[in-house]
């Protein structure tokens, strides 16, 4: 069904920036890989069909770039040349509406008109429209990146290389890392050390990584059952971890992509942390029985 299940990453560049893609799961099934994807991002490009206007996992995608963070979007409005020209205006006005109800400033953001398969197949006038969604992309503010404070990369993923050891993969959130350097591999339970003894960006070796780099790591003496998704890779005692936290939160409403019911304490919900997925419980304070949607 032309699903995307597990976020695919790749690179390329315009004229004036590189870029690191992440092309992100489409289906509700896979929202939680589409978390990973997402709050890795800088920008995103929101692909729409013209032909069959917004659906409900359109308004999911936005609400979820909203939640996660990602501060640009750029909308792609695919299939125009089999959508009926006349209902191209009402479909990228209703685009609008819904990036301006979920905190976007729709009326600014762009919207391209294209076809993506009559690009692929070389037609030079929609060929053209991806090249505005590149230079569109060129336009947007440039990240802010913490390369002075320590080292940090959540694990996304992790593989074996033949005779060579095990990577670990992510985006690199702050900080410098240089080949050879030790590093500390912790969370969910574990700390680990060792050392950097290859780095990668898209398969191209590398004496240096920084934040905002899509990078691999190859890890001196570690299995591919010692380190786990979801734990991060830093400077040698720069990090503390803990089990437990207080927070202020807000539940969001079923119209904002939350709950209908409220709950009270021990209640498990799922938690996001960077690349991490886990389990775990709430204890609401003492003068509050119930918590709210809203």
């Given at each position: 069904?032309?699903?995307?299940?597990?976020?695919?990453?790749?690179?390329?560049?315009?004229?004036t920036?590189?870029?690191?893609?992440?092309?992100?799961?489409?289906?509700?099934?896979?929202?939680?890989?589409?978390?990973?994807?997402?709050?890795?991002?800088?920008?995103?490009?929101?692909?729409?069909?013209?032909?069959?206007?917004?659906?409900?996992?359109?308004?999911?995608?936005?609400?979820?770039?909203?939640?996660?963070?990602?501060?640009?979007?750029i909308?792609?409005?695919?299939k125009?040349?089999?959508?009926?020209p006349?209902?191209?205006?009402?479909?990228?006005?209703?685009?609008?509406?819904?990036?301006?109800?979920?905190?976007?400033?729709?009326?600014?953001?762009?919207?391209?008109?294209?076809?993506?398969?009559?690009?692929?197949?070389?037609?030079?006038?929609?060929?053209?429209?991806?090249?505005?969604?590149?230079?569109?992309?060129?336009?947007?503010?440039?990240?802010?990146?913490?390369?002075?404070?320590?080292?940090?990369?959540?694990?996304?993923?992790?593989?074996?290389?033949?005779?060579?050891?095990?990577?670990?993969?992510?985006?690199?959130?702050?900080?410098?890392?240089?080949?050879?350097?030790e590093?500390?591999?912790?969370?969910?339970?574990?700390?680990?050390?060792?050392?950097?003894?290859?780095?990668?960006?898209?398969?191209?070796?590398?004496?240096?990584?920084?934040?905002?780099?899509?990078?691999?790591?190859?890890l001196?003496?570690?299995?591919?059952?010692?380190?786990?998704?979801?734990?991060?890779?830093?400077?040698?005692?720069?990090?503390?971890?803990?089990?437990?936290?207080?927070?202020?939160?807000?539940?969001l409403?079923?119209?904002?992509?939350?709950?209908?019911?409220?709950?009270?304490?021990?209640?498990?919900?799922?938690?996001?942390?960077?690349?991490?997925?886990?389990?775990?419980v709430?204890?609401?304070?003492?003068?509050?029985?119930?918590?709210?949607?809203?």
């Amino acid at each position: 069904r032309g699903i995307t299940i597990n976020a695919h990453h790749l690179e390329y560049e315009s004229d004036t920036r590189n870029y690191a893609h992440i092309d992100c799961p489409g289906h509700k099934d896979y929202i939680k890989n589409m978390i990973t994807g997402a709050a890795q991002m800088d920008a995103a490009i929101l692909v729409v069909s013209a032909a069959d206007g917004a659906q409900p996992q359109t308004r999911e995608h936005i609400l979820l770039a909203k939640h996660v963070g990602v501060p640009n979007l750029i909308v792609f409005l695919n299939k125009c040349d089999k959508a009926i020209p006349d209902l191209i205006p009402l479909v990228e006005h209703e685009i609008r509406e819904i990036l301006t109800k979920n905190g976007y400033n729709g009326s600014e953001i762009p919207i391209i008109q294209g076809s993506a398969l009559k690009a692929l197949d070389g037609d030079q006038s929609y060929l053209s429209k991806i090249a505005d969604l590149v230079a569109e992309l060129d336009k947007l503010p440039l990240p802010i990146r913490d390369i002075d404070k320590p080292f940090l990369m959540p694990i996304e993923d992790i593989y074996s290389i033949t005779g060579r050891g095990t990577t670990a993969s992510g985006r690199v959130e702050r900080g410098k890392l240089t080949l050879g350097e030790e590093v500390q591999i912790l969370g969910l339970d574990k700390d680990t050390s060792t050392v950097a003894i290859g780095l990668e960006i898209f398969k191209k070796s590398r004496t240096q990584i920084q934040a905002g780099d899509n990078a691999a790591i190859l890890l001196r003496g570690i299995k591919h059952i010692d380190i786990k998704k979801g734990q991060v890779i830093v400077k040698p005692n720069s990090l503390k971890v803990y089990s437990k936290f207080k927070a202020e939160v807000y539940i969001l409403t079923e119209e904002e992509g939350g709950r209908k019911k409220s709950f009270r304490t021990n209640y498990r919900p799922q938690f996001f942390f960077r690349t991490a997925n886990v389990t775990g419980v709430i204890t609401l304070p003492n003068n509050i029985a119930v918590a709210m949607p809203g």
